[in-house]
Nanobody, 117 residues
Framework: QVQLVESGGGLVQAGGSLRLSCAAS????????MGWYRQAPGKQRELVAH???????NVADSVKGRFTISRDNAKNTVSLQMDSLEPEDTAVYYC???????????WGQGTQVTVSS
């Protein structure tokens, strides 16, 4: 089992910034990808960004140039720096960690990000 503990999030005005962090603990040896998903009310959960253990990233087009993902393998953490936030970024953000083939797939409890216009 892997436990994911998120921090950050909150309320910010449009154009502002927030930083999300996630720390993994437990049986983390098999974890390959770490990243963030989000789910807005009435919408499906979607990938925001993830990073492999080797540093390869996959970032959603909607946040490219505004959000930056970083990962510290030694500390088993992943962070998401969110700049130039827009009201459309309002959602619950979930930390995710999984192995290469998604056989093992873990989620954090979620943290609310609200961007006011």
């Amino acid at each position: 089992q892997v436990q994911l503990v998120e921090s950050g999030g909150g309320l910010v005005q449009a154009g502002g910034s927030l930083r999300l962090s996630c720390a993994a603990s437990g049986s983390i040896q098999g974890i390959y990808l770490m990243g963030w998903y989000r789910q807005a009310p009435g919408k499906q959960r979607e990938l925001v960004a993830h990073m492999s253990r080797s540093g390869t990233t996959n970032v959603a087009d909607s946040v490219k140039g505004r959000f930056t993902i970083s990962r510290d393998n030694a500390k088993n953490t992943v962070s998401l720096q969110m700049d130039s936030l827009e009201p459309e970024d309002t959602a619950v953000y979930y930390c995710n960690a999984r192995d290469r083939f998604a056989v093992l797939n873990y989620w954090g409890q979620g943290t609310q990000v609200t961007v006011s216009s």
